[in-house]
């Protein structure tokens, strides 16, 4: 059985790419890769063009791009700004020409490692009912709202029937959801920010999928952002072992508990301010980090 989990898109190409390495064969047909670098931040596109692609992957047809540092726990000032400009700068682009915004915080923020989405929301500038108001002087804003529907065990209602709500009531361009992921490479954790056009499925990376958050249920696009806060440590093992033999029952026990960094509350609280400021400045122009750091 493989036992390997991920919600990263990079981490399934990286994957198949090795698979075809030791076939003797080239790219992956129906996926497209681009890379690129800029100080310490890495930036990879894949774009998955054709059906063939979207099985190979297990991911849909859209593209996914994957903003790479070295680390969340200890960002100084300067690392932060840029990552900041780096995810603003493809979210961005995956959302050019839409105006009116829904963000959708997902996750517990009773839980660190689950609780980046509801962070995110603290600290973005929504505007929404200041453009219903015709308050002045917004001509430089987007019209962004902001939603934290919480988790279906907490609240008993799916988590897309309470967005769908929303999206009916703000009627945005698009969604934008952010959601806590899984890796499988403990390396990436807290280090990999994912963008994709595809949407979300809510507590799919720890098996606990719920309905999507996609174009389909909400009726209108749906941009996915997330950020790695943990693996599965059936993955952590089967990797460190692979080639060996294992034990199938020892694995299936080990299946659903999910490691985190230790340091997963700074980072959580790091990387959902980097979100929000991110979202900021990819909707409202040039406003300064100092005055979002007022604001929120």
Same mark, same amino acid.
């Given at each position: 059985?493989?036992?390997?989990?991920?919600?990263?898109?990079?981490?399934?190409?990286?994957?198949?790419?090795? #698979?075809?390495?030791?076939?003797? #064969?080239?790219? @992956?047909?129906?996926?497209?890769?681009?890379?690129? #670098?800029?100080?310490?931040?890495?930036?990879?596109?894949?774009?998955?063009?054709?059906?063939?692609?979207? &099985?190979?992957?297990? &991911?849909?047809?859209?593209?996914?791009?994957?903003?790479?540092?070295?680390?969340?726990?200890?960002?100084?000032?300067?690392?932060?700004?840029?990552?900041?400009?780096?995810?603003?700068?493809?979210?961005?682009?995956?959302?050019?020409?839409?105006?009116?915004?829904?963000?959708?915080?997902?996750?517990?923020?009773?839980?660190?490692?689950?609780?980046?989405?509801?962070?995110?929301?603290?600290?973005?500038?929504?505007?929404?009912?200041?453009?219903?108001?015709?308050?002045?002087?917004?001509?430089?804003?987007?019209?962004?709202?902001?939603?934290?529907?919480?988790?279906?065990? &907490?609240?008993? *209602?799916?988590?897309?029937?309470?967005?769908?709500?929303? *999206?009916?009531?703000?009627?945005?361009?698009?969604?934008?959801?952010?959601?806590?992921?899984?890796?499988?490479?403990?390396?990436?954790?807290?280090?990999?920010?994912?963008?994709?056009?595809?949407?979300?499925?809510?507590?799919?990376?720890?098996?606990?999928?719920?309905?999507?958050?996609?174009?389909?249920?909400?009726?209108?696009?749906?941009?996915?952002?997330?950020?790695?806060?943990?693996?599965?440590?059936?993955?952590?093992?089967?990797?460190?072992?692979?080639?060996?033999?294992?034990?199938?029952?020892?694995?299936?026990?080990?299946?659903?508990?999910?490691?985190?960094? &230790?340091?997963?509350?700074?980072?959580?609280?790091?990387?959902?301010?980097?979100?929000?400021?991110?979202?900021?400045?990819?909707?409202?122009?040039? @406003?300064?980090?100092?005055?979002?750091?007022?604001?929120?």
């Amino acid at each position: 059985m493989d036992w390997y989990r991920t919600d990263l898109a990079e981490e399934l190409r990286d994957r198949e790419m090795a #698979r075809e390495a030791a076939a003797h #064969r080239g790219e @992956l047909d129906g996926i497209l890769f681009d890379e690129t #670098r800029a100080g310490d931040i890495r930036t990879s596109t894949i774009e998955i063009v054709s059906e063939a692609g979207a &099985k190979r992957l297990g &991911k849909p047809m859209g593209r996914y791009v994957t903003v790479s540092f070295p680390t969340a726990a200890g960002l100084d000032h300067a690392s932060f700004l840029a990552l900041c400009d780096a995810v603003a700068s493809q979210l961005a682009r995956l959302c050019a020409g839409k105006r009116r915004i829904l963000v959708c915080g997902v996750g517990n923020d009773d839980f660190a490692a689950d609780a980046l989405g509801v962070i995110a929301v603290r600290h973005v500038l929504v505007t929404h009912h200041l453009q219903e108001a015709g308050v002045p002087y917004m001509d430089t804003f987007a019209d962004i709202a902001a939603i934290t529907p919480g988790i279906t065990a &907490k609240t008993g *209602v799916e988590t897309v029937s309470l967005v769908r709500s929303a *999206v009916e009531a703000v009627a945005p361009d698009a969604v934008l959801a952010v959601d806590s992921l899984a890796a499988g490479d403990a390396c990436r954790l807290a280090r990999t920010v994912q963008l994709s056009d595809t949407g979300l499925a809510p507590g799919s990376g720890v098996g606990n999928g719920r309905r999507a958050l996609d174009e389909t249920t909400l009726g209108v696009p749906v941009i996915a952002l997330g950020v790695p806060t943990v693996v599965d440590a059936a993955t952590l093992v089967s990797e460190a072992l692979a080639g060996e033999e294992v034990c199938e029952e020892a694995m299936a026990r080990l299946s659903g508990l999910f490691v985190a960094p &230790k340091e997963i509350d700074v980072i959580a609280e790091n990387l959902g301010r980097m979100i929000g400021f991110a979202v900021n400045r990819a909707f409202h122009g040039d @406003l300064p980090y100092e005055e979002m750091a007022m604001m929120s």
